[in-house]
């Protein structure tokens, strides 16, 4: 039986996965008063999740899964947030952008076509992308001008990310949750079984 601990780290969890078409009627419909301010509880909630799992022994490969959409769900809720309220944003760094979405979008079929589902991997890169990602995304809502210093800290760092994530994918022949990065990947002696 799985203890009360596991169920409300998951709980935190599960709350990014059901505000996230909240976000997106609320960005659709134009109404950024609460947008911008429930954006951030969802980031918020990212963050403390991982660390109470950790901390109460609580991690699992179900918990990381759900963690994973909830991030990817929140993500995409901010992205047509962007859409919704800063079109004029997006058309002026589209150069930034563009390779961005490209990406994300190749490493996700990469994924789902390699493993038949999206990747779990939350390196210690990705972790530090994400947490410049959602300080920029919160403060692009919340302030008049945005922060460009810290959205081209936040794309240089996911760029980087996203690239280690296509070659652990590359490397790792199965589906692995919490991999700490790509030296660890290749540091890590290979099983008997492995094939690429």
Known sequence: MKSKEYYLVNA?????????PVLIVLALTGNLAIFKWLLPISFFTDSVDGILARKLHVTSA????????GDDLSFLAALIGI???KLDFILANLVMIGPLLGLYLFQTVYALFKYSKITSFHTYLAKTAAILQGLFLILLFLLPQP?????????ILTILDLIEEIIILYLLPT?????????????KPPRKNDHR
């Open 83 to 85: 859409f919704a309220f």
């Open 175 to 187: 589906w692995e949750t919490n991999v700490k990065g790509l030296y660890w990947v290749i540091k």
């Open 147 to 155: 922060l460009y210093w810290l959205f081209y800290m936040a794309s």
């Open 62 to 69: 179900f918990g990381s899964k759900l963690d994973s959409i």
């Open 12 to 20: 935190i969890t599960a709350y990014r996965v059901i505000s996230a």
